[in-house]
Nanobody
Framework: QVQLVESGGGLVQPGGSLRLSCVAS????????MGWYRQAPGKQRELVAT???????VYADSVKGRFTISRDNAKNTVYLQMNSLKPGDTAVYSC???????????????WGQGTQVTVSS
């Protein structure tokens, strides 16, 4: 069983910072892309950022210059550093990873449980 465990969400004031972490564990052969989506109530889920094993990154226009995605391949962990947070960043943030498990043997998308980020004064 492959599992993604997220941490770091919470409540912050506008202009504040949070760092989200997501650790992949289990019987893993390899991991390609890792990243984050977010979804606010009544809105469509949107891609926030992704990063490949080689370090290539993609960001949503709304977070460029404020958020930074990174990963530690040795720890199977992806991070999202969020600075200069705005009320519009309020959403449930979900971690994902494209993983080839040792048992299943084919690339599969896995998701974390989601963590709430609330930006409010």
């Amino acid at each position: 069983q492959v599992q993604l465990v997220e941490s770091g969400g919470g409540l912050v004031q506008p202009g504040g910072s949070l760092r989200l972490s997501c650790v992949a564990s289990g019987s893993i052969f390899s991991i390609y892309a890792m990243g984050w989506y977010r979804q606010a109530p009544g809105k469509q889920r949107e891609l926030v950022a992704t990063i490949t094993t080689g370090g290539s990154t993609v960001y949503a226009d709304s977070v460029k210059g404020r958020f930074t995605i990174s990963r530690d391949n040795a720890k199977n962990t992806v991070y999202l550093q969020m600075n200069s947070l705005k009320p519009g960043d309020t959403a449930v943030y979900s971690c994902f990873a494209e993983i080839t498990p040792r048992v299943l043997g084919v690339p599969t998308d896995y998701w974390g449980q989601g963590t709430q980020v609330t930006v409010s004064s």
